[in-house]
Structure formats: structure tokens, C-alpha cells
């Protein structure tokens, strides 16, 4: 029962604000009462904190495995701005803009983030460590190479669809560009 709340609270708060989704309508979609949504959840910021965690957990899972896989740094970066890509097209990415907003705006649920978002980050920047430490780039570009990385990630996922021009592998390839990679 436990999925089924977060699966049917992930889908109504991709699409309308966080804040206007009530305990009362994810009860009524999952069909069972407020109460028994409360045995599971004790509120709405512990179903979206139990969601993002899980989310950021698979982001971090799927980040080392790229570390433990022997890609290059060009795969690694196009593929996580393909797969980044597809789910803005598929408007799954909806979600993330309405739960950061809420987020914000909840000081508790903002510090419990913290930690799982500085994971994430951590993780990615692992990637660029890795490219360093194998010498495919200068340890002194791997800060450059994170925020450049992280900076493409964040216009794929907030800028209108109509916006992005440019596919996957060609972010990548001008991140590389701009950090002097070496293959």
C-alpha cells in the first residue's frame, strides 16, 4: 500500500503545485480512507521527502555505477543528459519542479533534503574525480567540469523544452571541449 501512496502522490504532484495536493486526495485516489493514509504517512512531507529520497537513492545507484563501468567520460555525460532529455519530454520531470518549490518553502523538509541533495552532488562530482585521476582531464578542472555538468543538467530540467537546441551528446561534448579532455 505503502507504493501505491507514493506512486499516486508522485502522479498528482506532477501535475498541479505540491501545496495544492491535499492528504484528502491522495486518500480518495488510492481509495482508502484519510485515516489509513495517516497509519502509512504521518503528512504530506513525509510522502514527498519517503519520494525524492527514493528518487535521489536511484540517481545515486545509477551515478556509481557510471564510476564502476568502464565508459568514457563522453558516454557517461551524454547518456545522463539522454536519459535527463527523455524524461523532461515525457513530462516526468514536472514533478521535480513543483516538489523543489515546495521544498523550499518547508524549512523541516528543506534541511532533511539537504543531506540526499550534497550525496547526489558528491557522487556526481566522483565522476570528474575519476576522469582526473585516470588523466583524461587536469585535477584542476574537475570543480570547472562539475559545474559545468551541473549547470547543463539544470537548464535540460527547468528550461521550456522548446528551449533546449541542443542533443545530449553535443552538451557533452562541449563540456569536454571547455575541460581540455583527453581520451
Known amino acids: 500500500m505503502r507504493t501505491k501512496i507514493l506512486k499516486t502522490a508522485f502522479n498528482l504532484m506532477g501535475k498541479k503545485a505540491v501545496k495544492d495536493v491535499s492528504m484528502q486526495e491522495i486518500a480518495a485516489a488510492c481509495n482508502i480512507t484519510k485515516p489509513s493514509l495517516y497509519y502509512y504517512f504521518k503528512s504530506k512531507d513525509e510522502i514527498c521527502y519517503t519520494i525524492v529520497r527514493y528518487v535521489l537513492d536511484d540517481q545515486n545507484k545509477k551515478i556509481k555505477q557510471y564510476i564502476d563501468q568502464d565508459m568514457s567520460l563522453e558516454d557517461v555525460l551524454t547518456d545522463i543528459f539522454q536519459k535527463t532529455y527523455n524524461a523532461k519530454t515525457k513530462k516526468s520531470l514536472e514533478f521535480f519542479l513543483h516538489m523543489i518549490d515546495y521544498i523550499k518553502g518547508v524549512p523541516a523538509l528543506e534541511k532533511q533534503f539537504k543531506p540526499l541533495k550534497e550525496e547526489n552532488e558528491k557522487n556526481a562530482k566522483e565522476i570528474f574525480n575519476r576522469a582526473a585521476k585516470n588523466k583524461n ?5 574537475v570543480d570547472l567540469a562539475h559545474y559545468l555538468f551541473e549547470s547543463c ?20 561534448t562541449s563540456i569536454l571541449k571547455a575541460i581540455d579532455y583527453k581520451n
Open 137 to 141: 582531464i587536469s585535477e584542476n578542472n
Open 153 to 172: 543538467l539544470y537548464h535540460i530540467v527547468f528550461a521550456p523544452i522548446k528551449d533546449i537546441n541542443l542533443q545530449p551528446k553535443d552538451i557533452a
